[in-house]
């Protein structure tokens, strides 16, 4: 895992579009689902649409994103290509965001057993 860095107190137009740009590449479940199972290692194209039940098309229009974005990496080998995490770092920030939703989904619980009261 690489280093924390910190985001610059103002941000240029520029650094926002980046910024906007790689947040995009999460926005879609299929390419959430693609990055869990390169979790564990890499992986062919063929192994990934067997592990995710998705169409080779579709797994490898969203790799294509992923890659662009920064967060898989590509190694070819003879006819085949094989893709593995850039790093873990992505998943950093999924575990913020799933510890965010866990905090709010008890919240709301706890309201909810408030108000029956």
Sequence with gaps: MSPAVRAPKEMSP???AQLSER???LAE???LQLLAALRAGERSVGALVEETGLGQANVSRHLQQLTAAGYVRRRKDG?????????????????LMCGRLEA????RRASL???RV
Excluded: N, Q
Excluded at 81 to 94: E, G, K, N, P, T
Excluded at 104 to 107: G, K, Q, V
């Design 14 to 16: 520029a650094l926002l």
């Design 23 to 25: 947040f995009k590449a």
């Design 29 to 31: 479940p299929v390419r």
């Design 79 to 95: 006819t085949f290509a094989y893709y593995a995490l850039a790093d873990d770092d992505v998943f950093r920030l999924c575990d």
């Design 104 to 107: 709010e989904t008890r919240e």
């Design 113 to 115: 057993r408030r108000s």
